[in-house]
T-cell receptor
Framework: GDSVTQMEGPVTLSEEAFLTINCTYT??????LFWYVQYPGEGLQLLLK?????DKGSNKGFEATYRKETTSFHLEKGSVQVSDSAVYFC??????????FGTGTRLTVIP | NAGVTQTPKFQVLKTGQSMTLQCAQD?????MSWYRQDPGMGLRLIHY???????DQGEVPNGYNVSRSTTEDFPLRLLSAAPSQTSVYFC?????????????FGPGTRLTVT
C-alpha cells in the first residue's frame, strides 16, 4: 500500500545551520506530496506542496522537490531560526480521500 | 473565521466510559476527518466524511463512531473507552475540490483513558 518513510529524529541544529529532513514514499500512480508543520501545542499546518514530478514547493524559506526517480521529497532550509522549532510531517495524497503521513521529525533549533 | 474548533482540549476517562469529541468548522468545507496522533506513529486516519450524511472508515476505525448531520459538525464518539485510545485527536477539514489534501487542522484534544 501507499506509505511515507521519514527521517528519524529528533534533529537539533544551531541557528543559521542548514536543514535537511529526508522523506521517501511508496505509491502507485502519481501522488501529490506535502510537508506539514506542527508547532508546540497546535494542530498541523500545511507548509508546502508539490503535485507532480519535478515540481518544487516552497514557503517561509523551506523547499522540497518532487523526485519521481528517487521517490523522494526531502525538506530543506538554508538557514534555520529558533522559531522553526517544530515537528515536521511528510505526507502523500494518492487521489482517493485520504492523506498518508510519515511519523514526524522533531526539529529543535538552539540559539 | 474561527477555522476548525475542537472541544474539549483535555479529557480524562475511566475504562468503559463513553464520550463525544466535538469538531466544528466555519469554512463550509465538505470534507472532514478525524486522526489520532501517537508517539512514533504519526497521524492515522480514524473516520472521514465527504459531505453531510456520508461517512467512511479510515485506517483505525474500531472503537469509534461518527455521524455528519450538518456540513459544520463532525463529532467523534467513543462508545466504551479503553486505555489503547489514549492519544491526541485531531479533526481536519478541506474543500473536496482540492482533493482533500489541503487540510485545516484543529488544535487537538488530548485524551487519557485510565
Amino acid at each position: 500500500g501507499d506509505s511515507v518513510t521519514q527521517m528519524e529524529g529528533p534533529v537539533t541544529l544551531s541557528e543559521e545551520a542548514f536543514l535537511t529532513i529526508n522523506c521517501t514514499y511508496t505509491a502507485t500512480g502519481y501522488p501529490s506530496l506535502f510537508w506539514y508543520v506542527q508547532y508546540p501545542g497546535e494542530g498541523l499546518q500545511l507548509l508546502l506542496k508539490a503535485t507532480k514530478a519535478d515540481d518544487k514547493g516552497s514557503n517561509k524559506g523551506f523547499e522540497a522537490t518532487y523526485r519521481k526517480e528517487t521517490t523522494s521529497f526531502h525538506l530543506e532550509k538554508g538557514s534555520v531560526q529558533v522559531s522553526d522549532s517544530a515537528v515536521y510531517f511528510c505526507a502523500l495524497f494518492n487521489g482517493a480521500n485520504n492523506l498518508f503521513f510519515g511519523t514526524g521529525t522533531r526539529l529543535t533549533v538552539i540559539p | 473565521n474561527a477555522g476548525v474548533t475542537q472541544t474539549p482540549k483535555f479529557q480524562v476517562l475511566k475504562t468503559g466510559q463513553s464520550m463525544t469529541l466535538q469538531c466544528a468548522q466555519d469554512m463550509n468545507h465538505e470534507y472532514m476527518s478525524w486522526y489520532r496522533q501517537d508517539p512514533g506513529m504519526g497521524l492515522r486516519l480514524i473516520h472521514y466524511s465527504v459531505g453531510a450524511g456520508i461517512t467512511d472508515q479510515g485506517e483505525v476505525p474500531n472503537g469509534y463512531n461518527v455521524s455528519r448531520s450538518t456540513t459544520e459538525d463532525f463529532p467523534l464518539r467513543l462508545l466504551s473507552a479503553a486505555p489503547s485510545q489514549t492519544s491526541v485527536y485531531f479533526c481536519a477539514s478541506s474543500e473536496v475540490g482540492t482533493g482533500a489534501y489541503e487540510q485545516y487542522f484543529g488544535p487537538g484534544t488530548r485524551l487519557t483513558v485510565t
